[in-house]
Structures are given as C-alpha cells and as structure tokens.
C-alpha cells in the first residue's frame, strides 16, 4: 500500500470517528442588552431570529445567545468589536467616515421602517398647555431639552435646541422631574406610559399629546469584524423577512398597540434635519403614519 493510498483511508476513517456535531458546530450569535430599561429588546431579538431560521437550510445550524448588562455605549462598542462576548448589534444612526461604527460591518438592511426617527416628548403633566401652543421648530427650540448622553445629541443642536445630556437614564428622567428642562425626545416605539426613578413610579412624567418630531433616522444591525459569515447570513435573512412582509407582521405585533395609543396621525409633525443624512432611507413616508 503506497503512502497516498494510507492518507486517503486515513482520513477517510477520520470522517465516520468525529461526530456530526463536532464536525459543524452551530453558528454562535451574541447579543448583549445595555438599555433594557429604554428599550425592549424583544424586537430585534425576534428580527435576528426569524432571519436566522430563514437561513437555517442554507447556512445551517446557530445558538443565539442574549445577555443584559448595563454598560456604556463607548464600552459595548470596544466589545463589539473584539467579538467575543458579543459579535452583533442594533445601532441607531447614519454610518459617517469618522464614527464609531468605522471597521465593523453593517447590515444593509432597515430595521424599523423610520419609526426611530419619529418622536414624542415626554414631559411633566403640568406643562401640557405649554406644549399645546406649540406649531413649528423655532417654537419647540426655545424650550431646553434633555437627551441621554452618547445618543444623537448633535441633530438635535443642530437643529438649535439647548441640550442637557446626563450619563444614565435615570439621571435623565430625575433632571426632567427636577424642571432642569421641559422634555426629552423620545422614539415612538420606546416611550412609556409611565416611568419610574429608582423603583418608585413618577406620576408627572407622562408623554405630550399634539406634537410629533421627525428626523431622519436609520437603525440597522451591525456585526463585529471578526465575524463576516454571520454579516451575510443576516443580510439574507433579513432580504427573506423583509420582502415577505414578515418584517412588518413582526413590527406591528410589537408595538401596534402602543403607535395606536400615541395617535401619530392626529399630531402636529414637526421635521427636523439630520447632518448625517447619506440619503440612503430616501424621502419619509409619513402616510405610515395613519396605519396605526
């Protein structure tokens, strides 16, 4: 038997020893929860899901892995890259050539059909009648505001407003509550009902009820660099999903109710411009608007 002959049977041999499941380990995605107090991460969890099921006979098996640990937004960046503890994220912005988005790899794919750029104000329930006279952006701009520190902070001052921008949300919502400011922009698909400092309810920090604020205002998922076969396993789950209409069953199973509530059609819409506009999201649809 020559030597080529012993390696080929070698390794043959080799294949029916390793088990299935050493031979091909399940894609492993890591997703980490920071601000789980703002915003509910059901969502993108059902998104990544869905869009990994879709590829499941393509691309094979996967373990999705969810944690939560309050962590700054700079400190989960620097773990986003590296990919160890977590390799995929939602973030909120345009990419730009200088910002913290720059090495790792985005998935071109909208998540929230510009819902994150819609905004309600929440506010103290004593100032309602302030809010009500209210119509244009000059209006809303002389009244402070305040906005979580690393958020996009900067549309907002371009715009003109005066921004106070605490670390924590709870320092947020204790400053608001303390007349530091009038009101914090909040999405659409994350303002609350009702909010709570330190455990305790706070029953005048409540949503305002005329005014809608819109900037332009993508959210996609981006993928540590060390990790680009879950990049495009994604990107094509998330084409399946969106070109479906499974996306959209998905968003309005998770917050239908609450877009219903806020009566978006009925506000007075007030558009701010973003600086960051690449114009990848193209002109806003605000007729989706009257579908909740």
């Known amino acids: 038997m020559n030597v080529r002959t012993t390696i080929f049977l070698l390794a043959y041999a080799l294949c029916w020893l390793i088990p299935p499941a050493l031979a091909e380990e399940p894609m492993q995605i890591k997703y980490l929860g920071n601000n789980v107090d703002l915003v509910s991460e059901d969502y993108y969890l059902a998104l990544i899901t869905a869009a990994l099921n879709a590829t499941e006979s393509s691309h094979g098996a996967y373990q999705l892995v969810f944690t939560k640990e309050p962590l700054s937004s700079e400190r989960k960046h620097e773990l986003l890259v ?22 790792l790899i985005r998935v071109a794919v909208p998540l929230l059909n510009g819902f994150m750029g819609y905004r309600v104000l929440l506010i103290r329930k004593e100032d309602q009648s302030r809010f009500r006279s209210i119509k244009t952006l000059s209006e809303l701009a002389q009244l402070p505001m305040g906005f979580g520190k690393g958020w996009e902070g900067h549309v907002y001052k371009h715009n003109g407003f005066s921004v106070a921008e605490p670390l924590t949300m709870t320092s947020l919502l204790k400053m608001l509550a303390g007349k530091r400011y009038f009101f914090v922009p909040l999405s659409v698909i994350e303002i609350d009902d009702h909010y709570e400092i330190e455990g305790a309810r706070v029953e005048n920090l409540v949503p305002e009820q005329t005014l809608l604020i819109y900037m332009p205002l993508p959210v996609y998922f981006y993928v540590s660099p060390e990790y680009p076969a879950l990049a495009e396993r994604l990107t094509a789950g998330l084409t399946y999903i969106k070109e ?12 239908g109710a609450r877009l219903h509530r806020l009566r978006l059609s009925e506000r007075t819409l007030i558009e701010l411009s973003n600086p960051d506009d690449d114009g990848s999201l193209g002109a806003p649809n605000h007729a989706l608007l009257r579908e909740f």
């Open 244 to 255: 479906s209409g499974k996306m959209d069953a998905i968003f309005k199973e998770h917050f």
């Open 82 to 103: 590296v990919g160890e503890k977590m390799n995929v994220d939602r973030l909120v912005g345009f990419p730009t050539q200088k910002g913290a988005r720059v090495g």
